[in-house]
């Protein structure tokens, strides 16, 4: 399991490393909202660009990416039908938490999993562009709908369109879908922005712990575990039943989409949170203990259905 070594060891040192910076006061937590603030509107803009812009979007397509679609709304709506009956949160944390429950860190982990694990890293961009062109696109538009001020009809539905995000998505599919070549002139500067982008989001999370203790009373800890279990355990379940039984995967594609599933929640949520101001503890809490928890999760994946 020396994919999920790496994958997990790189996101977990940065965080340590956030942690220590906000220990010695290099970065204080009132501070970390401007990295918060420059991985949003800067460095994952311009990361996104470049992914899609290099993508495939055929790729959306494959057997795989049906079951993980298939995954995340099943999580989705399990989550949402849970909160509303037990938690009744706004519309804005119940967002969080759904995207905690089925929003996939497939980037900084997924990528180093598929390249060691399931020894093809082409497994992961379908998960990566449909969270890119669907997930992200809509938790960001429902967050900018719930928490801008009130006005006009138009202007809550041109709000979303003016996300850097969703446009930096938008304009890289363009590329992709009209076969552009961009230059190195062009496309090396976002390169170069895009590559801070995790680290950015990684730092600013680990500076955040300082002071917090997870599950702390009155920070929605059933919302947190409720959120942590659908991804860590349910989710895998899901796409085992749905590769195997609908989807008829043979045995590494099943693998793959099981293993995908188990990936713990995307760091983007808490970025998504942090700049929103909502929901934070939630998403916080739910990246850290899914980090955790999905690594013997995955490992487990592995021995059970690759074995």
């Not at 603030?37 to 959306?60: N, Q």
């Not at 062109?133 to 429902?142: E, H, K, Q, R, S």
């Not at 003016?162 to 976002?190: C, H, Q, T, W, Y």
Request: proline content about 6%; glycine content about 6%.
């Amino acid at each position: 399991m020396f994919g999920v070594i790496v994958g997990f060891s790189i996101i977990l040192t940065i965080i340590v490393i956030g942690y220590i910076v906000g220990k010695i006061n290099l970065v204080t937590v009132e501070q970390r909202p401007v990295l918060n603030k420059i991985a949003f509107y800067v460095a994952t803009p311009a990361l996104l660009f470049t992914v899609m812009a290099k993508a495939h979007v055929a790729v959306l397509f494959s057997p795989v990416m049906l079951v993980s679609a298939s995954t995340v709304v099943v999580a989705v709506l399990l989550y949402v039908i849970i909160s509303r009956i037990f938690f009744r949160r706004p519309l804005a944390e119940t967002t969080i938490g759904a995207a905690g429950a089925s929003y996939t860190n497939a980037n900084n982990i997924g990528l180093p999993v598929a390249i060691y694990v399931l020894a093809d890293p082409s497994y992961v961009a379908p998960v990566l562009l449909m969270q890119l062109l669907i997930m992200a696109p809509t938790v960001l538009a429902i967050l900018d709908v719930t928490t801008g001020e009130k006005t006009s009809v138009w202007k809550m539905i041109l709000r979303p369109l003016r996300n850097p995000i969703i446009l930096a998505s938008a304009l890289g599919v363009v590329v992709s879908l009209l076969e552009i070549d961009l230059p190195d002139p062009v496309l090396k500067p976002f390169e170069m922005l895009g590559g801070a982008a995790i680290p950015l989001v990684l730092l600013a999370f680990g500076i955040s712990l300082n002071g917090q203790r997870p599950l702390q009373a009155g920070t929605g800890r059933r919302d947190i575990l409720v959120a942590t279990s659908i991804k860590v355990a349910i989710m895998p379940i899901v796409a085992w039943m749905l590769g195997s039984w609908v989807f008829h995967l043979d045995p590494h594609a099943l693998f793959a989409a099981v293993t995908l599933a188990a990936l713990p929640t995307a760091q983007n949520v808490y970025n998504f949170a942090a700049t929103y101001e909502r929901g934070e503890v939630i998403a916080r809490d739910t990246v850290l203990l899914t980090t955790l928890l999905s690594v013997p999760a995955i490992v487990l994946v592995a021995w059970l259905i690759a074995a």
